[in-house]
């Protein structure tokens, strides 16, 4: 006998297209806002470059602010739908705004509006919206295998949004007649899709109520051979039918009243190293993603056809698509999710490696294929990540006996802002101190130079620090031997956090 279940395929394929409405905006805006404002708009890209660092200071406060209240709420529609539902009408009618930059204004005011409109979209309506969505994967099933069902759903349908928008903006803007008008007539169709496919997501599942999230149950459906984890009291257990009764620790009882503020909320993050390894690879994914990203200007400059942009977009998604599919399969073949997303970075770490190559060589096909290698191995990770960040948040109860399943998941919205400003940022004062102009039909030699570097080989060093980080995210084994020995504890003497 396995998991209890929670969920149909409905459920999580409706939670999946969630992610179509956070592409709209992240997809749109992390690959066409800086050559909208620098081709179009006449921006200065290292000036944009520091708007968005600068606006990343108010957003770092606002990510643990949402999740402390997405963990306070108590609402007929749960804790986290009514934030998810209602952030996002403030994504759309912002996300049109940033494309929206009055032509007929000075520059003063054009950053200024820039700054404004990008800084409540990313600050406060994304950032409910996004932590909210992330959220919902703690809260709607206890069932670990269903969180990476609901994880692979969520990124096939982020990818494929992605990939979308990388490959038909381009056209789609010169279909509408090209210029400011067209660009804010896009983010217009755009901002009114995801708001659809938001509200198709939060109507699609139901939070459990709190009661029965709060329990702590060990029954021997999660001591089988099917537990996620492979406990090695399992199999040998079941074989011989000793199945112990439950400890105190294991019988369903509610945890301390969640009861804690801001500053606690916090305190209760930085304490779990799981959570801090959580972020940095975030982060990290997203600085690469800006970079990646920034092939808009590699192929324009570099390669001479901006529409191979989006023919590399295809190269990227098409195999994370494939990969989240078989991610739940082999993440119960291996009995967790480390060993795979380990081994999936190592690939990925060689396959960008073979893309310097090719990019040197100037070989298309040889680095369309080995921009698919990586992608490959990014893959299991993306389609995992939602249930290593639900395992944080047990190993957070089961050390300090407090859920903080919202709050655990800011780290999600923080990665997302954090790193894709900051990814953002940095591609604005590379193309800034190589003298980049997007005045000029043909860039200066210093300027293609930065565009390899940024290209090429900033991607690859990324992933080998992610790799690095990974190698410790051992999350599973530790929450399996903290409820093993809390299983142990006599009764009457549970009252102390076992540390991690």
């Not at 969920?7 to 749109?28: E, P, Q, R, T």
Request: net charge neutral.
């Amino acid at each position: 006998m396995g998991e209890k279940t929670y969920l149909k395929w409905y459920n999580k394929v409706g939670y999946g297209s969630g992610d179509i409405a956070g592409n709209v905006v992240y997809a749109f805006l992390s690959s066409f806002v800086m050559i909208y404002l620098t081709n179009t708009v006449g921006l200065s890209a290292g000036i944009v470059g520091t708007l968005i660092a600068v606006s990343k200071l108010f957003d770092g406060f606002t990510d643990i602010f949402f999740g402390t209240m997405i963990d306070k709420t108590h609402s007929r529609l749960g804790k986290a739908r009514p934030w998810m539902l209602y952030g996002y009408i403030g994504c759309a009618v912002t996300l049109a705004a940033i494309f929206a930059v009055p032509a007929g204004w000075g520059r003063t005011a054009q950053y200024a509006w820039f700054f404004i409109a990008y800084t409540l979209l990313n600050g406060v309506f994304y950032t409910a919206n996004n932590i909210a969505y992330s959220a919902l994967t703690s809260l709607v099933t206890k069932n670990s295998r269903e969180r990476v069902q609901m994880g692979s759903w969520r990124f096939i349908f982020a990818f494929a949004t992605s990939l979308l928008i990388q490959t038909v903006t381009v056209g789609f803007v010169a279909d509408c007649g090209g210029g400011a008008a067209a660009w804010r007539a896009v983010a217009i169709i755009y901002a009114v899709i995801g708001l659809i496919a938001n509200t198709i997501s939060v109507l699609s599942v139901r939070e459990l109520p709190e009661e029965e999230l709060s329990e702590a149950e060990f029954s021997k459906a999660e001591f089988s051979e099917n537990h996620f984890s492979g406990n090695p009291f399992s199999e040998q257990d079941a074989v011989r039918g000793e199945f112990r009764e439950p400890g105190p620790s294991e019988k369903q009882r509610k945890p301390e009243e969640e009861k804690y503020g801001l500053l606690q909320g916090l305190k209760l993050l930085i304490s779990n190293r799981f959570y801090l390894m959580i972020c940095g690879v975030y982060i990290l994914q997203q600085l690469y993603g800006a970079m990646i990203n920034a092939g808009i200007y590699y192929m324009t400059y570099v390669m001479k056809n901006e529409n191979l942009y989006g023919v590399f977009s295809w190269a990227v998604n098409i195999p994370l698509i494939i990969a989240l599919i078989f991610t739940p399969t082999l993440v119960g073949r291996w009995k967790g999710m480390y060993k795979l997303n380990l081994r999936g970075y190592m690939i990925a770490v060689i396959g960008r490696l073979l893309v310097v190559a090719a990019g040197y060589m100037g070989s298309i096909p040889l680095m369309l294929a080995f921009t698919a290698l990586a992608a490959l191995g990014q893959g299991p990770w993306q389609g995992d990540m939602n249930a290593v960040i639900a395992a944080c948040s047990e190993y957070t109860f089961l050390t300090k006996g407090k859920r903080v399943d919202g709050t655990m998941y800011s780290c999600t919205s923080l990665g997302v802002k954090l790193g894709g400003g900051l990814g953002t940022a940095l591609a604005g004062w590379l193309l800034e101190l190589s003298g980049f102009d997007g005045r000029l039909a043909v860039q200066p030699d210093s300027c293609i130079s930065m565009l390899n570097f940024m290209y090429l080989w900033l991607p690859l060093i990324i992933n080998a620090a992610i790799m690095l980080i990974l190698a410790g995210m051992k999350v599973e084994k530790v929450n399996e031997r903290l409820r093993a020995e809390q299983a142990c504890v006599p009764a009457g003497e549970e009252k102390e956090r076992l540390p991690g």
